[in-house]
């Protein structure tokens, strides 16, 4: 009887880096597959992006409603006790041998503790990462924890999440799966994204994706605003904004979002969801990703683009020399766009740009160590104590 391989997605963003795998996965055919939809992908403020899925002709998948109508504390936390429920009815059902998460979003927090109880291994992918700016960090690590095999992108996270007690044996340094679909995809001309985006590009194009810095003091709404004050300084531009995930305060950040591309109509469009493909293709077409997330950090180098990345929401992860840090103050970013628009720092980025998170085929590698791992003992776990005599490359 084959195995079942449960893989949990909450996200536009997320699905759009598990894709690979998952057509991996089924690929082999040595598998069952069985999907666990859930969080933004079944709201219709997020875009219903479940559709896209049922497009790409996924089955044996459970759905599992979870959001509530909230981006405060309170109904985050009520999110993932509606979550915690469902998956607990979903995990039940359908009884797998392995559930895949990938990254630091409370729904996989939710459906990893369910697991737990179930005695369900599970398989982290991008864990051993810091991201001070947010309570993601948190969770990441807490999802480590109850995780039996780990997908890091980097040799450094690796070392990481076995610092933090994992098996070595059980801890694979792959890459980023984010950079599989770079590889592997025939992406639109500019002409082409242009009709499909409805948008004309200007001199300067960017592609803009701003999410809550939940762990900091200040108001994200407050720091977005002085990013949107250093946009409009920008002349003969172009900007494509994608919205917030469903964190505290992205509801206001979204508002904002409408506001501002209401009142520019000639030079800003925004979307709820413009999945992988689409967000991708137009990476490839614009001179800087802006913002604070982690697409300007892993996917952008792979592209040969500049990243102004905003404040503290991804301090700690490992960058490309083609990212520039900036404090969420508007001289600054101002200051930081007329970096990236010079000729010097666009030869740089075309000529010396080496993302450090690999180049591609993870998905590839992480079917070639679940084919290897013995699937009867996987459940057990036992703390692994770093010591000074251990080498992380073995």
């Not at 859930?38 to 409603?65: A, C, R």
Request: charged letters at 25%.
């Amino acid at each position: 009887m084959k195995k079942k391989i449960c893989i949990a997605t909450g996200s536009r963003s997320e699905y759009g880096l598990l894709k690979p795998l998952i057509d991996k996965i089924t690929e082999e055919n040595q598998w069952d597959v069985q999907l666990l939809i859930t969080g933004m992908h079944l709201s219709p403020e997020y875009g219903n992006t479940f559709q896209q899925i049922n497009v790409d002709g996924v089955i044996g998948s459970k759905k599992i409603e979870m959001l509530v109508s909230s981006d405060t504390p309170i109904g985050v936390v009520k999110s993932m006790g509606v979550g915690l429920i469902g998956f607990a009815d979903a995990l039940s059902e359908l009884q797998p041998d392995l559930l895949i998460v990938l990254g630091d979003r409370f729904e996989m927090l939710a459906v990893v503790q369910a697991a737990l109880i179930f005695k369900i291994p599970v398989a982290h992918i991008h864990g051993g990462e810091v991201t001070e700016g947010a309570y993601d960090n948190a969770i990441r690590h807490a999802i480590t924890k109850m995780s039996h095999l780990h997908f890091t992108s980097t040799e450094l996270y690796r070392q990481r999440v076995i610092q933090m007690g994992e098996e070595p044996g059980h801890v694979f340094n792959v890459g980023a799966l984010g950079l599989d679909n770079i590889y592997n995809n025939h992406f639109l001309s500019k002409k082409e994204l242009e009709k499909e985006l409805e948008i004309t590009f200007k001199k300067y194009n960017y592609l803009v994706t701003y999410h809550p810095v939940t762990l900091s003091d200040k108001s994200s709404s407050s720091e977005f605003g002085q990013l949107l004050l250093a946009i409009r300084r920008q002349e003969d531009s172009c900007f494509i904004f994608t919205k917030s995930n469903a964190d505290n305060g992205g509801k206001v950040i979204d508002k904002m979002i409408d506001d501002f591309v209401r009142s520019n109509p000639e030079n800003a469009v925004a979307f709820t969801s413009m999945g992988s493909f689409l967000y991708l293709s137009a990476m490839r077409h614009v001179d800087a990703v802006i913002g604070n997330s982690s697409s300007g950090i892993i996917e952008a180098p792979s592209c040969k683009i500049a990243t102004i990345n905003i404040g503290d929401r991804q301090k700690g992860r490992v960058q490309a020399n083609t990212v520039v840090n900036c404090l969420a103050k508007e001289d600054i970013i101002a200051q930081a766009f007329e970096h990236v628009k010079s000729s010097e720092f666009k030869n740089f980025v075309k000529e010396e740009a080496r993302n450090p998170y690999g180049e591609g085929q993870t998905a590839q590698k992480i079917v070639q160590q679940l084919k290897r791992i013995d699937w009867d003992n996987l459940a057990i776990k036992k703390f692994f104590d770093f010591n000074t005599t251990f080498n992380p490359a073995i």
